[in-house]
């Protein structure tokens, strides 16, 4: 079993059981001097990523995942054409983490995810304004484009 650190999509529940049914969720928590942001080429494909960033901090979920959940989770994330992979430490153990390259321009996502990503915060009571401020981060006029 390997640790798995979700900000993203894979937070909600429900997608991670559909897409790592033996996932076991750990705990939520916040991760310290790291920043969510949304990045991308275009608005069409731009989603949420993490960097490290003094003063901020980034709301996760704490996954135990099998070899065939990060082989699923490989495939959904477009691993390593569109995101790469990294390790954080996390409550003084090692988690997998994925991220989008830095060099990637800061672009706001389509709705329709950042509703998702809203609705998984307020299931586990995360702070909400944390989702807000990486989306005023993000370059608005890119919607125009």
Not at 4 to 13: P, R, T
Not at 61 to 68: F, G, P, R
Not at 91 to 112: C, I, N
């Amino acid at each position: 079993m390997k640790k798995y650190l979700a900000y993203g999509a894979n937070l909600d529940v429900e997608t991670m059981a559909r897409r790592c049914p033996q996932a076991k969720l750990l705990w939520t928590g916040y991760l310290d001097g790291w920043r969510l942001m949304f990045k991308g080429e275009h608005v069409t494909n731009s989603y949420a990523t993490i960097e490290k960033w003094e003063g901020f901090k980034v709301p996760y979920a704490l996954w135990s995942i099998t070899e065939s959940d990060e082989k699923s989770l490989d495939r959904f994330e477009g691993y390593p054409k569109h995101y790469l992979k990294g390790m954080v430490e996390v409550e003084g153990s090692q988690a997998m983490y994925y991220f989008k390259p830095p060099d990637l321009p800061t672009r706001p996502p389509v709705m329709h995810y950042y509703w998702a990503l809203e609705k998984a915060y307020e299931y586990h009571g995360l702070d909400k304004t944390i989702l807000e401020a990486a989306m005023e981060f993000s370059d608005f006029k890119a919607w125009e484009r």
